[in-house]
């Protein structure tokens, strides 16, 4: 029997997919033009993204994240082969200017299976945010991701 499927391509926004025996398997489009099918099992959680109702604004990570994968270094083709530390060093730029810092770090120990749009975390237990209650055995494995710059 197939596991039940969630396919984020249509999401807007930042989010972790926290790696976890839920039998839901979680997927997105990723690694800029070479669209590839990233999946994984878990829970997938948004963080991060708001809306300034006054400028009619979309703020998110997202956005940095997808101009630096868009960007002089990888022109939009999503470092398909793995990410370097120059590129831990930019994400998790983004991720402190976001707050996210104590949340989640960059698993250094699984760069070459991250790319654009699928960046392989680990998830600290932060009680001061607030967001999860009830995991076990932190930190937990994860995937930080948005929507694909195809």
């Known amino acids: 029997m197939n596991k039940p ?10 989010g972790i997919i926290i790696e976890y025996p839920t039998g839901v398997i979680i997927a997105n489009q990723t690694g800029g033009t070479a669209c590839l099918y990233s999946t994984c099992e878990g829970v ?23 101009n630096y994968f868009q960007g002089a270094k990888y022109k939009g ?25 104590e949340l989640i770090e960059i698993d250094v120990e699984r760069l070459a299976a991250s790319h654009e749009a699928w960046i392989r975390i680990k998830i600290n237990n932060n009680e001061n ?19 694909n710059s195809d």
């Not at 945010?129 to 929507?147: D, I, K, R």
């Open 44 to 66: 997938y959680l948004p963080l991060a993204n708001d809306y300034n109702e006054k400028t009619k604004e979309f703020l998110s990570p997202e956005i940095e994240l997808s």
């Open 77 to 101: 083709n999503g470092a398909i082969k793995g990410i370097d530390l120059e590129d831990v060093k930019k994400i998790n730029t983004i991720i402190n200017k976001s707050g996210l810092s």
């Open 5 to 14: 499927l969630l396919q984020l391509w249509d999401t807007v926004g930042l």
């Open 129 to 147: 945010t607030q967001l999860m209650n009830g995991f076990e055995n932190y930190p937990l494995n994860g995937v930080l991701t948005w929507a």
